[in-house]
């Protein structure tokens, strides 16, 4: 793979790099220099570069023969990972760690990540298989040519017991909505994020940014992907709350909403600039072959901390202990919508709602199915006056009112346009009806609203709209009471 060229085999290497700028090795091709039976070296270094990647490097004729893994290793026989085929290296780069000045080929912090030695079965131009003995990575791989410096990666053996398999997908635990609960000592308090909750699951190389409805939303987000470098080569899924804060720094479901129905990658870019998110990160359910679900939820937090997971964009606020009745007090000042408690002993429960998360607000809102709508009057007789909403008891649509404010005109012509390709005939509402002039839609949109109270009708009193909930199904939408806490 490597030949004698004139410069021991590190032309290309040392063309790249300006050796007075940058810390790494000029180097040498270098003969034998141990024991005849002494197995070849090899390391893998994590390198930080314009995007996060493993380098892989074979002691192999004086020289390492190197590979970029842009996402680490395939951890079974069943899938293959690219394999970007670079330049020579020399062998001092088999203890090479270090920051590559920015500018400078390569540019970015380096690490060691894995080192040990090797067998090698074949080793030929187009193909490499190697039997790799280290810390972090000890199987048999082909390494083989596709087009070009692309190659391919493959694992041929079945990896060692990795514990528990990460999860393709989970639904969100929920919390219930009550009281403050007795006995605050045995729970921890964190602030409500209004946003829009989603799963991060992260590997090596790749996120996704999972919704309560089970829909990827990963593109939508574009400031987030950098998440992908603080994961480095960990497995995890992560629990948390995409926000964006308004002008007082104050998390605002309303700001968002242009930030959820784009499609094209231009209007994505020009919104991130002009609306910027924040993923907080809230909870930790599985990590590098194990589950954390039925640990309690103090011991997630504690690992989650231990993370560091802390970026530009990202952010893993603590919780309290206790006193929660005192940081109610401090969101209520502060004009938030609430707390969410939850049990320190408590496991986490995918897709279930019940007495160990338990959230108190300080304004009432409720989520609630659109199943029509009627027209405006006046300015607004051709557009949008206000949604039919309501709620699923059982398999039954119950109506629970109109809302007509909290709408701006970009807000109106927005709604208007996807209600308009729901548009049907029949009305989704089982029982009492909306009025005759209703525009009625297949009841597949969700939105949130704040209100007054429930009225002895089963409807909203002086309901507002905050925005559409596209992270959640309609037929989830239940009509939410407080509800006692658990030992009151």
Same mark, same amino acid.
């Given at each position: ?23 790494? =090795? ?38 390492? +023969? ?7 290793? $395939? ?15 020399? !062998? ?10 920015? &500018?400078?080929? &390569? ?5 060691? @990540? ?25 199987? /048999? ?8 410096? *692309? ?12 514990? *528990? ?21 045995? @729970?921890?308090?964190?602030?409500? @994020? ?9 590997? =090596?190389?790749?996120?996704? !940014? ?11 987000? $574009? ?100 006193? &929660?009745?005192?940081?109610?007090? +401090? ?15 408590? $496991? ?31 300015? !607004? ?13 059982? *398999? ?7 809302? &007509? ?8 012509? /927005? ?22 002039? +209703? ?14 109270? @429930? ?23 239940? /009509? ?9």
């Amino acid at each position: 793979m490597s030949g004698d060229d004139g410069s021991g085999g590190l032309a290309e290497y040392q063309r790249k790099r300006s050796f007075d700028k940058t810390p790494e =090795p000029r180097g040498r091709r270098q003969g034998k220099r141990r024991g005849e039976d002494a197995a070849p070296r090899f390391v893998v270094q994590e390198h930080h570069a314009r995007r996060l990647h493993w380098d892989l490097r074979l002691e192999h004729d004086g020289v390492l +023969a190197s590979w970029a893994l842009p996402r680490g290793f $395939p951890r079974t026989p069943e899938e293959n990972r690219l394999a970007v085929h670079t330049e020579d290296h020399p !062998l001092e780069y088999l203890t090479f760690d270090g920051q590559i000045p920015a &500018g400078e080929y &390569g540019g970015g912090s380096m690490t060691i @990540w894995d080192h040990g030695t090797y067998v090698a079965e074949k080793f030929q131009d187009d193909k490499v298989v190697v039997h790799l003995h280290g810390e972090q990575v000890d199987g /048999r791989f082909a390494l083989f040519r596709t087009k070009g410096d *692309d190659w391919m990666i493959h694992r041929m053996d079945t990896s060692a017991d990795d514990g *528990d398999p990460m999860p393709e997908s989970l639904t969100p635990m929920a919390a219930t909505l009550s009281t403050l609960p007795p006995h605050q000592d045995d @729970w921890g308090f964190e602030i409500k @994020w209004d946003g829009v909750r989603a799963l991060a699951f992260g590997e =090596p190389g790749r996120l996704r !940014l999972i919704g309560r409805n089970g829909r990827e939303f990963s593109r939508q987000y $574009p400031e987030l992907r950098p998440l992908m470098n603080t994961i480095g080569a960990h497995r995890m899924v992560l629990d948390g709350e995409i926000v964006a804060f308004d002008e007082n720094g104050r998390p605002s479901f309303q700001r968002i909403q242009p930030r959820i129905h784009l499609s094209s990658e231009a209007d994505i870019r020009r919104q991130a600039q002009r609306i910027p998110v924040v993923y907080v990160v809230f909870d930790l359910l599985y990590l590098d072959g194990r589950s954390l679900l039925n640990r309690p939820y103090e011991e997630r937090r504690r690992e989650l901390a231990a993370l560091e997971l802390a970026g530009p964009a990202w952010q893993v606020p603590d919780y309290q202990r206790g006193d &929660g009745d005192v940081l109610l007090d +401090a969101t209520r000042k502060r004009g938030l919508e609430g707390i969410v408690a939850k049990r320190l002993a408590g $496991p986490y429960r995918p897709g279930r709602r019940g007495g160990d998360w338990l959230k108190i607000k300080n304004v009432r809102q409720q989520e609630v199915v659109i199943g029509g709508w009627v027209p405006g009057q006046g300015r !607004l007789t051709r557009s949008l006056g206000a949604l039919l909403v309501g709620y699923y008891d059982d *398999d039954a649509l119950r109506f629970a009112g109109k809302v &007509g404010t909290g709408f701006d005109d970009a807000t109106r012509a /927005r709604l208007l346009h996807r209600l308009e390709e729901l548009r049907t005939d029949e009305s989704p509402f089982t029982g009492r009806q909306p009025q005759r002039d +209703a525009v009625f839609v297949r009841p597949e949109l969700v939105a949130e609203v704040e209100f007054a109270e @429930w009225t002895n009708a089963g409807t909203l009193r002086h309901p507002s709209f905050e925005g559409l909930r596209e992270d959640k199904p309609a037929r989830d939408v239940v /009509r939410e009471e407080p509800v006692p806490p658990p030992g009151s």
